[in-house]
């Protein structure tokens, strides 16, 4: 809601219905960037010793400008803040500690069947995909889940979503998007750790921006909570079947 309605004041309804359904486009197999997205994708989709999950279809993301600015903004105040000399913000001051990371979503429409790239209305559906790629994540204490690797971000959407069980083994259609994310500076969480032990212990208020969880086994930097939601821009969906 926050994220659109600037881009859209002003535009009469069947306007914004317009708009509304060019927010997605299919990338097609000659797509060079279909083609990257697969790779990072599947290639990320550890440890799934059963069935590996089959990519439906990839859909680009075309977001706001409107949105793009406040990214853009969101990454320039981090790297501000970095250039107050903090220890350790190398990669904040150059861009904002950029990562691509893995959001994944329960999709209960027909997006991306059969060539589909309209959204649907997320707000009567509860289709969590469309709500995030028309209106922006939502923060959600104590922030919003991305993960660095696409099995790891399913196996936690299964999780949460409390989905075992149900339907069996039978595949379900689900999106995972693909976002890009300033990280900006990040505090692990994990008790201990070298890096919590290099803070100043006088700077109890210790700005960070993200939190990450403790160490997994791919890397640190598993799954991270993001704690403003403009941090984040999904850019691709991928819509598959596992
Ligand atoms: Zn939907």
């Known amino acids: 809601m926050f994220l659109l309605d600037d881009w859209f004041s002003g535009a009469d309804i069947s306007e914004r219905k317009k708009m509304v359904f060019l ?10 960037s279909r083609n990257i997205i697969e790779i990072i994708f599947q290639s990320s989709w550890l440890k799934k010793q059963s069935p590996v999950c089959a990519v439906d279809r990839i859909l680009k993301v075309h977001n706001a400008p409107a949105t793009l600015a406040r990214f853009e903004a969101y ?6 803040r970095a250039r107050g000399g903090r220890p350790g913000a190398g990669r904040c001051t150059a861009d904002g500690n950029e990562l ?28 969590a ?3 995030i790629v028309r209106d922006g994540f939502k923060f959600r204490a104590p ?21 075992e069980g149900e339907g069996g083994e039978g595949e379900r259609r689900r999106a995972m998007l693909v976002c ?4 900006g500076r990040v505090k692990r969480r994990c008790e201990g750790t070298a890096e919590e032990a290099e803070a100043s212990p006088s700077a109890e208020e ?12 791919y890397s640190s930097l598993d799954e991270l ?13 991928v819509v598959y079947k596992a």
Not at 143 to 163: F, L, Y
């Open 225 to 237: 909570e993001v704690l403003n939601p403009t941090a984040i821009l999904p850019c691709f969906v």
């Open 206 to 217: 210790e700005e960070y921006d993200s939190v990450a969880g403790t160490a997994g086994v």
């Open 143 to 163: 922030g919003v889940r991305t993960m660095a690797t696409s099995g790891r971000a399913h196996d936690d959407a299964v999780a949460v979503g409390g989905e």
């Open 23 to 32: 927010t997605v486009s299919e990338l097609g197999p000659e797509d060079t």
């Open 129 to 131: 995909a469309c709500g």
């Open 100 to 127: 691509l990371r893995f959001h994944c979503a329960a999709l209960s429409c027909s997006l991306g069947a059969g060539g589909a790239t309209h959204l649907c209305d997320a707000a009567s559906s509860s289709c």
């Open 180 to 183: 890009r994310v300033i990280a």
């Open 75 to 80: 990454r320039d105040a981090v790297k501000a």
